[in-house]
């Protein structure tokens, strides 16, 4: 089951940035600081009370003028509209109600949503001012007081934000692999599935995608049900000077957030730019299935080796997930676009693979009489055993002496010694360390 979605909105400077980057920073949040994330991060898992969601600041837009305002908040709003369980509208105590906060309070209104009114800049809740009183007049319900700089009254935003996720009981169970089509415009993503569905001759009716702003559209492959989530057309046109880049980003994460396997479709002529390796960071915090498919590289001209050379290159610029497998493929050409249903089939399997637990204690002690864990001041790191106890992506669980003396080098030579051993290609796996007397997962 995917997690729900929160949408962070509000004018520029009225504390959305400092409200998201508080409850990643003082790890309220749940976030793996994953290279090629760029610096400026909008989206983290978060965990409240053992519930997770994602998080989404649609903030960062600085308006040219206040001609500009309402365009540009309008944008915001569209697309916590499109995407979001539910939205938190941040406005400011200090400068009081706007007309901008009005017509964005409008539109929210209208969506059916769940809408959380949060004040900030709230320094001391006991002395209130008619200012802050004034926000009922928004209609969308009573406003919550914060100090997002002090972390004032985030527990109540977060129980609120909580108990206003949809029911899971309520969502209609759907057992095909989910496929998402992700990257930048214009590097082929529909020409993919348009090309993979017109060969396939066995589609099923293309349905409205659960109110992402993307195309769901469910068919079969070598005898199994798979649904590709198609996230095309995600620049949106508009005469005011938008972050696109940041609109994209967004609207990604809602598709990465409900599939199981990523198509993350680059332009071979173009290669690997910052805002593929955004959108890949997401997939691989996500714990998604990954795969690159290098689209139009019947552009690139062939010499000997042209394809290990690029192949070399692109996976330098994507290390945080050297696992996933790559393929190079013409839309226009038809050339090897079936390869893609092929790992996807190989990418989900491995994704819920189950690794017993004596296979894994017998590499575990291997492992370590070839490498000795590391040890601080005269004590070793000491590993009792393994097990996994997820999937989707793969969760193991290693019962240790000290936390403190698990390096994340030694982490990662574990990493690859199990990959070694069992293959988990195009799935990023997780690993957590407990002491003697904590609970397992």
Request: glycine residues 6%.
């Amino acid at each position: 089951m995917s997690k729900p979605i929160v949408a962070i909105v509000g004018r520029p400077n009225v504390g959305k940035s400092t409200f998201f980057n508080k409850i990643v920073g003082r790890r309220v949040s749940i976030v793996e600081d994953t290279p090629g994330v760029t610096r400026d991060r909008i989206y983290a898992e978060a965990e409240w009370n053992g519930v997770h969601f994602a998080l989404i600041d649609t903030g960062g837009i600085e308006p040219a003028s206040q001609d500009i305002i309402l365009s540009q908040m309008r944008e915001q709003a569209q697309i916590a509209m499109d995407m979001a369980d539910v939205i938190l509208f941040i406005v400011d105590g200090k400068d009081g109600l706007t007309h901008a906060d009005e017509e964005v309070a409008m539109m929210l209104r209208r969506t059916g949503k769940r809408v959380i009114l949060v004040v900030n800049k709230i320094d001391n809740p006991a002395k209130l001012g008619m200012d802050f009183y004034d926000f009922w007049e928004l209609g969308i319900g009573e406003p919550i007081a914060i100090s997002a700089a002090n972390m004032l009254n985030f527990g109540d935003v977060l129980d609120e934000i909580v108990a206003s996720f949809p029911d899971d009981a309520d969502l209609e169970e759907d057992d095909s692999i989910k496929i998402a089509m992700i990257g930048k415009p214009n590097v082929g993503k529909s020409s993919l599935v348009n090309a993979l569905l017109n060969e396939n001759r066995v589609i099923v009716s293309p349905i409205a995608g659960t109110t992402r702003d993307s195309i769901d559209t469910p068919f079969e492959w070598g005898g199994d049900k798979y649904t590709l989530i198609d996230t095309a057309g995600i620049r949106r046109k508009s005469k005011v000077n938008e972050d696109i880049e940041r609109y994209s980003v967004i609207r990604a994460t809602a598709a990465i957030e409900r599939c199981d396997v990523c198509m993350l479709v680059i332009d071979a002529v173009e290669g690997i730019t910052e805002q593929d390796k955004k959108i890949a960071g997401i997939a691989h915090e996500a714990g998604k299935g990954i795969i690159v498919v290098v689209n139009k590289w019947d552009l690139i001209k062939k010499e000997t080796n042209t394809m290990r050379d690029y192949r070399r290159a692109m996976e330098s610029e994507l290390l945080f997930m050297s696992y996933a497998p790559s393929v190079f493929i013409s839309v226009l050409e038809k050339q090897r676009i079936f390869e893609v249903m092929k790992l996807a089939k190989v990418v989900a399997e491995k994704r819920s693979m189950r690794i017993p637990t004596g296979q894994l204690n017998s590499l575990l002690n291997d492992a370590i009489l070839m490498k000795q864990p590391p040890s601080d001041k005269g004590r070793r790191l000491k590993i009792y055993y393994v097990t996994q106890v997820g999937v989707k992506p793969p969760l193991f669980s290693f019962q240790i002496n000290d936390r403190e003396l698990m390096h994340f080098s030694y982490a990662r030579y574990l990493e690859n010694k199990i990959r070694d051993s069992f293959g988990f290609e195009g799935t990023s796996i997780k690993f957590v360390f407990r002491e003697k007397g904590e609970k397992d997962y």
